[in-house]
């Protein structure tokens, strides 16, 4: 088994590269683990999150290539493949998931003020759901403010806290390590994957029930 938790240990590349990754290769490369869960009770017990478990050999191969390449501490050698995204550098990539066709959920526990994820955000012309935790930052809450302004739809979900990164369409979703901020994209060693098929129907439902369980932003921010 090779896994990089940010729970259990933080990685730097002569770059500066944090490592606040979760992905897990088991089985002799044949299969992997990739989500947004932390390795720690609440993770497991508590909180929101979603893991996907694959079996796809040359992905698992790129997940042991990334674990070897912040081991020694040197930048990736190689570009990963799809459905594998990593950062630093993910910002583009997560944007053009938001703006596929269609209507767009989006969990997220930091919603930091990222330019190219803002523009995408704005570009659905409020076809988008957001949800966030109660707990989010000030800061974030009056990001989250001026995207509803733009006519976004913006809920505060309490229980349970929401650690998940998820962007939903209809076409393909996204989980990862990925938070919006400046530091998750474009500093940190961050591992995502794209999914497609029937795993967005559950994530549909999941979602849906989620945002049942939230309340409105408000206007004090």
């Given at each position: ?50 893991l ?48 596929q ?31 966030v ?89």
């Open positions: 088994m090779r896994a990089w938790p940010s729970a259990t240990r933080h990685g730097a590349s002569r770059g500066g590269t944090c490592s606040t990754t979760k992905y897990i290769v088991v089985d002799g490369g044949r299969r992997y683990l990739v989500g947004t869960a932390n390795f720690t009770h609440s993770a497991f017990r508590r909180n929101r999150e979603y996907w478990i694959g079996d796809d050999r040359r992905a698992s191969a790129a997940l042991d290539a990334v674990f070897d390449d912040d081991w020694r501490g040197r930048h990736l050698r190689r570009p990963l493949p799809p459905p594998l995204i990593a950062s630093p550098g993910s910002a583009r990539a997560l944007a053009a998931i938001i703006r066709p269609g209507p767009v959920e989006i969990e997220s526990e930091k919603f930091d003020d990222v330019a190219t994820i803002e523009r995408a955000v704005r570009a659905k012309h409020g076809d988008i759901r957001i949800l935790p109660t707990r989010e930052s000030r800061h974030d809450l009056r990001v989250l403010a001026g995207l509803e302004q733009a006519g976004a739809r913006v809920r505060l979900l309490r229980r349970p806290y929401l650690h998940a990164k998820l962007i939903l369409g209809r076409g393909e979703a996204f989980i990862g390590s990925q938070n919006f901020s400046e530091s998750s994209l474009y500093r940190n060693r961050e591992i995502g994957l794209v999914m497609q098929g029937p795993a967005l129907a559950r994530l549909a439902a999941r979602f849906d029930r989620d945002w049942d369980r939230g309340r409105p932003l408000g206007r004090r921010y």
